[in-house]
């Protein structure tokens, strides 16, 4: 499913892919998503619209550090989701250990239901591993034709008592079983009545629906094997998707939320269409391609769309099903299902739509919840390669954020540079490489830089008069705005507006003033309150110091004026706006810059050096340290579930008596300190480390560092 050069050259999912196929009798519709952290808003949005996930993780390696974001983010949308342990072929893949750690390092309940069969006695290293698997609800031997190197032809047969793993086959079905009646009352009426209290005796049917019924109330995961580079264990997998995971209808209605506050449930019965766009994709020849997911009526060819977010109408000229990059073109997207709609020119990811005549969702301002968007961390200038590329740079680059909403590009007003903001390192690597390869644009981009903040240190307060002729007309306004630091312990007090770290205050205006009326002025006292709103947010958009966004800060706009018809909306905003801009510059102004929670997990021989390499060099602070396989008091915890995972006999047995997990070293660092850092850690754990990072805030810079930062952004 990964079809652009870029995934196939680095090996890496990049792009979400969509698939729809059919599996005994069941459409299912699935969607790849990369498992980097550089691009985490691809798995977002995929979480967003997900009836039910399947997890691979990699049987050599572990439950590694990215697995736990992203399942995290599973988490946050109450997904239920299978496991797939793969790479069961390889030298070093340990199964129980990994299922060890579904529980120790997701904090979930594992349901081993399936052992993988080892060839340990082959001494050709082509035929060594994974050689089939025991299913524990059936009792069966699932074996590959050897005929068939593809593994598309499987065999079952019942599991002999004289198979050697059969004793082991016995202890995993009990366990199984044990774990099933802990969580579901049904399975323990069954297990007496049906099966007089033998563990063995137990339906397969029975097993199934109690699966079923504790992996949709998230409560257990289970947990499969395989090999899926040589297609063994694919066809398990498939089944498990069908019997374990929801559908649509036995998922919870979609919440939405209207423009009162007030929010609703919508049913997949509904019969009036609500859809979600939750992916854009720019085609060459088609154009945008907007990806959305049903959840209730049904979406026709043709039919004529109503976007409550951007509040405009639109015409669906086609409706296509995906198979990665190839597509189908179809009639209907029928409630529950995924689809692509060509012909929509403003829908952007996380826009609602409904059917153009549904008058009430239109008034009432129906919404879907939207989805999260990480705030970008870094950023490179673009530079065309001559002035005749600049429109073609442009367009490149706007299609590139509308498919990517986690991208910001913006214009550097001093010194008139193209500015792309990403998620890291990768990120911006892959966008340079899509605008010279997919968009064949002749371009350039600068040294990778940091996006700081900016904030100040001391109370200030400024009176601003706006007084300009625009377009031979004259506009005048006059405010007075006052500005604080807002310390760490400070609460937000009733009344001010939360928005990007920064408090707001525009209930102070007396919107029933004289100068104010309808009468004098023409304006509406509403559209007043959002202009001097607007002034403040465009005023804390750039700083005195670099230009940064500013943060952290208390404003209030108050002692509005207002001169009778030259008063505009505009003018308003802009004196508002300007207000704050000569505040800031008497309150000291100073930079801030980006802080990331680090969890870098090491062996226990390399913790010294990569201490000392995060609190010394990359200026962090190291908060504290942990076993990866979980926190020493959570052992109760976990002494109180018994969670059954079977030994690992293609480990060298010193191996296993002798393993020790990992260690994680949790530190705050400067996310500028991180640049590069990935390479360090191979250097100085010999491959063995990983880390994973998020933004956590925006830290004080020391003045040195700060005199450092602004030399090399000014250049002087």
């Known amino acids: 499913m990964d079809y652009l050069a870029a995934e196939r050259e680095r090996g890496i999912t990049i792009n979400s892919a969509a698939i729809t196929f059919g599996w005994q009798g069941h459409r299912i519709n699935l969607i790849d998503t990369p498992g980097h952290v550089d691009f985490t808003m691809e798995v977002e949005r995929a979480v967003r619209v997900l009836d039910g996930a399947v997890t691979i993780l990699d049987g050599v390696a572990g439950v590694e550090a990215q697995t736990e974001t992203v399942w995290k983010q599973a988490d946050r949308y109450t997904i239920p989701r299978i496991a797939f342990i793969n790479k069961l072929d390889r030298t070093g893949a340990a199964f129980g250990r990994t299922v060890k750690e579904i529980w120790k390092k997701l904090r979930s309940r594992p349901l081993v239901i399936q052992l993988p069969v080892m060839n340990e006695e082959s001494m050709d290293e082509r035929h060594k591993g994974l050689k089939g698997i025991v299913d524990l609800v059936t009792m069966e031997l699932v074996e590959w034709d050897p005929n068939h190197t593809d593994g598309s032809v499987l065999i079952r047969s019942p599991l002999s008592t004289t198979h050697t793993l059969y004793p082991e086959a016995v202890k995993g079905r009990t366990a199984l079983v044990e774990a099933l009646a802990e969580m579901d009352d ?93 992916k854009v994709v720019h085609d060459p020849r088609r154009g945008p391609m907007v990806y959305v997911k049903v959840y209730s009526g049904k979406l026709n060819s043709r039919m004529t769309l109503f976007n409550t977010t951007t509040r405009v109408k639109e015409r669906v000229n086609k409706l296509l099903q995906m198979y990665a990059k190839d597509v189908e073109e179809i009639p209907t997207i029928d409630a529950g299902n995924i689809g692509v709609i060509v012909g929509l020119k403003d829908t952007r990811t996380g826009d609602t739509l409904v059917q153009s005549n549904d008058t009430q969702a239109i008034k009432s301002g129906l919404q879907l919840n939207n989805i999260d968007i990480p705030s970008p961390a870094f950023f490179s200038a673009v530079e065309p390669a001559s002035v005749s590329e600049e429109v073609a740079v442009e367009a490149a680059l706007k299609n590139l954020v509308r498919e990517d909403p986690s ?209 010394g060099t990359r200026r962090g602070h190291v908060i504290g340290m942990e076993s990866s396989m979980g926190e020493q008091e959570d052992e109760t915890e976990s002494n109180d579930v018994q969670v059954y ?72």
């Not at 007089?196 to 094997?225: F, K, W, Y």
């Not at 498990?240 to 449930?265: C, E, N, W």
């Not at 880390?691 to 090399?712: C, L, P």
């Open 186 to 278: 049904t399975i323990v009426d069954i297990f007496f009545e049906k099966a007089q209290g033998d563990h063995m005796l137990l339906e397969s049917t029975d097993l199934e629906h109690a699966i079923r019924r504790v992996t949709l109330q998230n409560q257990a995961v289970p947990v499969l094997c395989g090999a899926a580079f040589k297609n063994l264990g694919v066809q398990p997998l498939l089944n498990a998707v069908i019997q374990y995971l929801p559908s649509p209808l036995d998922r919870p209605g979609a919440l939405v939320t209207y423009s009162s506050g007030k929010t609703a449930m919508i049913s997949l019965s509904d019969p009036k269409l609500c859809a979600l766009a939750f």
């Open 407 to 615: 991208l910001k590009v913006w214009t550097d007003e001093e010194s008139g540079q193209m500015l792309v903001s990403g998620m890291g390192e990768l990120h911006l690597e892959i966008v340079k490489d899509r605008l010279l390869n997919d968009f064949k644009v002749k371009a350039e981009m600068g040294k990778m830089r940091i996006s700081y903040r900016e904030t100040c240190q001391s109370e200030a307060e400024a009176t601003a008069l706006y007084d300009k002729e625009v377009l031979g007309k004259r506009a005048r306004a006059a405010c007075r705005v006052e500005l604080s630091p807002i310390t760490e312990d400070q609460e937000e007090e009733e009344g001010w507006i939360m928005n990007s770290g920064n408090q707001l205050s525009i209930s102070t205006i007396s919107l029933s003033d004289q100068s104010l009326s309808e009468k004098e002025t023409q304006l509406n006292p509403e559209d007043v309150k959002q202009a001097v709103q607007n002034g403040l947010l465009g005023g804390l958009a750039r700083g005195a110091v670099l230009g940064f966004p500013l943060t952290k800060l208390k404003v209030k706009a108050s002692e509005l004026q207002t001169f009778g018809q030259e008063t505009t909306l505009g003018a308003i905003a802009a004196c508002v706006s300007n207000g704050v801009f000569e505040a800031v510059q008497k309150a000291n102004p100073c930079l801030l810059e980006p802080m990331m929670e680090v969890y870098t997990e090491v062996n226990e021989n390399h913790i010294g050096n990569v201490v000392s390499d995060l609190s």
């Open 645 to 716: 995972a079977p030994e690992d006999s293609l480990l060298v047995s010193s191996d296993v008596e002798g393993y020790k997990p990992k260690q994680v070293i949790k530190a705050h660092v400067p996310l500028s300190s991180m640049l590069g850092y990935s390479s360090a850690l191979r250097s100085l754990t010999g491959g063995s480390g990983s880390f994973s990072m998020r933004v956590i805030g925006y830290g004080e810079m020391g003045k040195d560092r700060e005199r450092a930062v602004i030399s090399e952004m000014k250049g002087w």
